[in-house]
């Protein structure tokens, strides 16, 4: 296909999917207000010279939260590193938005491409992937910053499950880039991948079983994908495990959120729309059977069984105390848009070889399907309305636009009032209700002229990894029982003490594995390059 046309492609399906950015106004999302604020977050521990604090000290007038524990931030510094160096808050994060839609159009056009070897069916793909309604309503209607850069990775997920079943398996790296993306990105995402995985490995039982090599590799990719990703999921266990958060305390009732198969096909929120459907169309037209066409009907498959999960047809009332962890059902469109641009881009590709194979047939169904998929964007970016806002650079400054935790699942689980935290984040309490000042830098604080007392409630959020040390360097016993979720410190008569965020042994070995295992991997695939440029043709 020609260069020239497939940029042009490019360059008018990502400008078409920007088009809401190109406004000195930073656009809206229902959790657009916690993701600026987890970006202004881990710009703060940059400027303070601890750019990977897991307990963020900006949130809640400095009680700190410990957002980045529990929710991954691998592609969130390249906004924080633009805040750093001066940009605004609003363009930085528009910046950002832009670098994840180009960066999903260019991992689903290079995993068909590895697929297909075919330049035509890997555009195809990429223009649909981008451009499917529930990817644009993510974005821009939910600005659900976990989800919408998990899917950079789902391409690579899908076509390494294809290397897996329908061949060889010779490019683990594929799937274990995928994988350990998405965790890196999204926990939830994470879990119907591994959904997916498993239903992939059931379908190619068979072929695996007589393939023992290829099981042994797979056993391999799970365990450094593990290995590459314990510094975050380790800590992150270790918390939960200790029952310093409230996890998923907040009942939420996830049958409450269905939708009826009806609403699947609309132009509305949420929904996947029709347009990606209606591609896959020239299915009816192909007779031939092979591995490709098999994976093909595979994805279709596995993408409206996901689709039809996010409507009653599934248990979820049955299963709702098990699964509410997830919601929302409509996250499973999150599969199902990857899934059906990758069989729509096969299907596609293989019934215009069936009618025509000359480059101007091509084009002109490329252009069709952009017409098409474009269109049905236009409409989705259309009917959203939610409001424009301009951050001040200085917003977060303001303590209350601190609290912005959302559900708060990881609060601890002694918090009862947000709005205290915020009022009382300047300040100790002692047992008689007398309140200290605190002076803060970084991610620690000191307390002085401590009158002799029990104990005294330091206002940081507890979580475990926290230390607490006196003015004779004494480490001091401290634990979660304070007020309002508090760390309450036994001061053992010291006159000042010192509190902050240490962490914890296992998180320093979690970071070591990870490390160790991306330094063993680097130098085994530069080996084996180096070795493959200098075989014999």
Request: hydrophobic fraction near 45%; include cysteine; charge should be positive.
């Amino acid at each position: 296909m020609n260069r020239k046309i497939l940029g042009w492609i490019c360059l008018i399906t990502i400008l078409t999917a920007c088009l809401p950015l190109f406004t000195v106004n930073c656009i809206g999302g229902h959790d657009i207000t916690y993701h600026l604020l987890r970006i202004e977050a881990l710009k703060t521990g940059i400027q303070n010279g601890h750019p990977f604090l897991r307990v963020n000290m900006l949130f809640c007038g400095g009680m700190g939260y410990a957002s980045s524990m529990f929710y991954p931030d691998l592609l969130l510094y390249l906004p924080a590193l633009l805040r750093v160096s001066g940009v605004g808050i609003n363009l930085s994060y528009h910046i950002f938005i832009g670098f994840c839609i180009a960066a999903g159009f260019a991992s689903s056009f290079f995993c068909m491409r590895s697929i297909t070897k075919d330049d035509l069916a890997s555009v195809l793909t990429a223009v649909i992937f981008t451009l499917y309604q529930y990817h644009l309503d993510d974005i821009y209607t939910r600005s659900a910053v976990g989800e919408f850069t998990a899917m950079i990775f789902l391409p690579f997920v899908i076509t390494g499950l294809y290397d897996l079943v329908y061949c060889e398996f010779k490019r683990p790296l594929l799937l274990g880039t995928g994988m350990a993306g998405v965790l890196l990105c999204h926990t939830l995402t994470t879990f119907l991948c591994l959904v997916l995985c498993i239903a992939a490995v059931l379908v190619g039982l068979r072929r695996l079983i007589k393939a023992p090599r290829r099981l042994a590799l797979l056993f391999l990719t799970t365990a450094a994908v593990l290995a590459v990703t314990a510094f975050y999921w380790l800590p992150m266990l270790e918390q939960i495990l200790s029952g310093t958060v409230r996890f998923n305390g907040d009942s939420f009732d996830v049958s409450k959120e269905t939708l009826m198969v009806r609403d699947i096909f609309f132009n509305h929120f949420p929904a996947m729309g029709i347009s990606v459907f209606l591609l896959l169309l020239p299915r009816i037209c192909i007779k031939e059977k092979t591995d490709l066409i098999r994976f093909g009907d595979l994805c279709t498959l596995a993408a409206i069984l996901f689709a039809l999960g996010t409507t009653a047809l599934f248990p979820w009332e049955r299963l709702k105390d098990v699964l509410s962890f997830i919601q929302f059902p409509y996250r499973l469109f999150v599969l199902s848009g990857p899934l059906l641009s990758v069989s729509a881009g096969i299907y596609l590709t293989i019934f215009l070889q069936q009618v025509s194979r000359t480059d101007s047939s091509k084009a002109i169904l490329a252009f069709v399907v952009l017409g098409i998929m474009s269109f049905s964007a236009i409409l989705t970016l259309s009917r959203n309305d939610l409001p424009y806002y301009s951050y001040s650079n200085d917003y977060f400054d303001y303590a209350p636009y601190t609290s912005e935790v959302i559900g708060g699942e990881w609060l601890p689980p002694g918090t009862t009032d947000r709005g205290e935290l915020i009022s009382g984040s300047q300040s100790a309490l002692l047992p008689d209700g007398q309140k200290l000042p605190v002076s803060r830098k970084a991610n620690s604080l000191d307390i002085s002229d401590l009158p002799s007392s029990e104990y005294i409630d330091v206002p940081f959020l507890y979580y475990k990894g926290y230390a607490a040390v006196s003015d004779t360097k004494k480490d001091l016993r401290l634990d979660g029982s304070g007020s309002n979720g508090r760390i309450r410190v036994y001061p053992d008569g010291a006159t000042s003490v010192h509190v902050y965020y240490r962490g914890t042994v296992l998180q320093k070995v979690s970071d070591l594995i990870s490390f160790l295992t991306c330094l063993g991997l680097a130098v085994f695939y530069s080996l084996r390059a180096k070795r493959q440029k200098a075989a014999p043709v």
